[in-house]
């Protein structure tokens, strides 16, 4: 039974301090996505990687966002420092990289920054 | 900038009658859509799709219809079911497998 895992599923921090999300995308996937559900603004894109590669990261706030494939297993989510805004569930998922396929989703990161 | 829009943030519906979910796109570009649904606690899991180049999607009792003229697209389930009680996304991609997803609407099903 292939899934996306993410750790940890639940995290409180305070403002200023580093947290890092991880995933393990689906065995064969090619594509793997991080994504931030706001009770405002749904699901946002916040980055892509494609093989590996980054393709888009537009949606991250690149001063305190930033996002890596270390290897086919493992994508990571950091942000330095952490603000209380920051506070949301954040989902990974992944697929494969052919127009419409669709994307497996992992159970989420809940966030807490006080 | 949102690119894909569900309007309805919730949505009651009694058990065995219609519940039809709608969402709105901007880009022209788009030519696949999906429905996912999200169950508390969990992430979101693939429902139904419908290329461009269809305007009707059935399986079992959900159905997308998609509209191009009009950039809509909707969901169809019937008959409901308790079980059906979700938070419903709409998404929208295109042939860089770029996906935006809408803000989603709270399904209740009442028994």
């Known amino acids: 039974d292939a899934r996306v895992t993410q750790t940890p599923r639940h995290k409180v921090t305070e403002m200023g301090q580093e947290v890092t999300m991880r995933c393990q995308p689906i065995?064969?996937?090619?594509?793997v996505f991080w994504y931030r559900q706001t009770m405002m603004q749904g699901l946002e894109l916040l980055a892509y990687f494609r093989n590996r590669a980054p393709l888009d990261d537009s949606g991250m706030p690149k001063d305190r966002f930033s996002a890596e494939m270390p290897d086919a297993t493992l994508a990571t989510l950091k942000i330095q420092p952490s603000e209380p805004r920051d506070s949301a569930v954040y989902f990974c998922?992944?697929?494969?990289?052919?127009?419409?396929?669709?994307?497996?989703f992992g159970p989420g990161t809940r966030l807490t920054v006080l | 900038d949102q690119q894909v829009k569900q309007n309805s943030p919730s949505l009651s519906v009694q058990e065995g009658r219609i519940s039809i979910l709608n969402c709105d796109y901007t880009?022209?570009?788009?030519?696949?859509f999906l429905w996912y649904k999200k169950y508390p606690a969990e992430g979101p899991t693939f429902l139904i799709s419908?290329?461009?180049?269809?305007d009707k999607n059935e399986d079992g009792r959900f159905t997308v219809f998609l509209n191009k003229s009009a950039k809509h697209l909707s969901l169809h389930i019937v008959p409901s079911q308790p079980g059906d009680s979700a938070v419903y996304f709409c998404?929208?991609?295109?042939?860089?497998?770029?996906?935006?997803f809408g803000a989603g609407t709270r399904l209740t099903v009442k028994p």
């Open positions: 880009n022209s570009m788009f030519d696949y």
């Open positions: 419908i290329s461009s180049i269809k």
């Open positions: 998922a992944s697929g494969w990289a052919l127009a419409g396929n669709e994307q497996f």
């Open positions: 998404a929208a991609s295109a042939s860089n497998n770029d996906m935006r």
């Open positions: 065995l064969g996937h090619n594509t």
